[in-house]
């Protein structure tokens, strides 16, 4: 199996990342003053449901902000693993051109 990716793969998924956090806080406000109309409107459950999202609206963002938050912290991780990866296999692939007698390997050669 071949597993392909470019150097900055990881790095633009984390500046889309952060992109839709923000994405994601407006769109809870813009729900929250979409629902505002509905205010007053229920009674019981429904009342007592409505309320309690809109009063936890900033507490669900702050949670979901904080998810994509632990998901950028890997997504660098993950970049910062794959390039050190990739440095390292060019160190070695160098080290060990370095100590190959290449010489002895042409075929034919005197």
């Given at each position: 199996m071949k597993f392909d990716m470019g150097a900055t793969t990881l790095a633009d998924l984390g500046k889309s990342t952060v992109g839709s956090s923000d994405d994601l806080g407006t769109l809870i406000t813009w729900l929250v003053q979409a629902a505002e109309p509905l205010e007053g409107k229920f009674n019981?459950?429904?009342?007592?449901?409505?309320?309690?999202?809109k009063s936890r609206a900033d507490e669900i963002t702050d949670a979901l902000?904080?998810?994509?938050?632990?998901?950028?912290?890997?997504?660098?991780?993950?970049?910062?693993?794959?390039?050190?990866?990739?440095?390292?296999?060019?160190?070695?692939?160098?080290?060990?051109?370095?100590?190959?007698?290449?010489?002895?390997a042409r075929f034919g050669a005197r």
């Open positions: 019981g459950a429904g009342k007592a449901a409505f309320d309690s999202f902000n904080g998810s994509l938050g632990a998901i950028l912290g890997g997504q660098g991780g993950m970049d910062t693993a794959f390039g050190t990866g990739d440095t390292e296999q060019q160190d070695n692939a160098h080290q060990n051109m370095g100590q190959a007698n290449f010489d002895a």
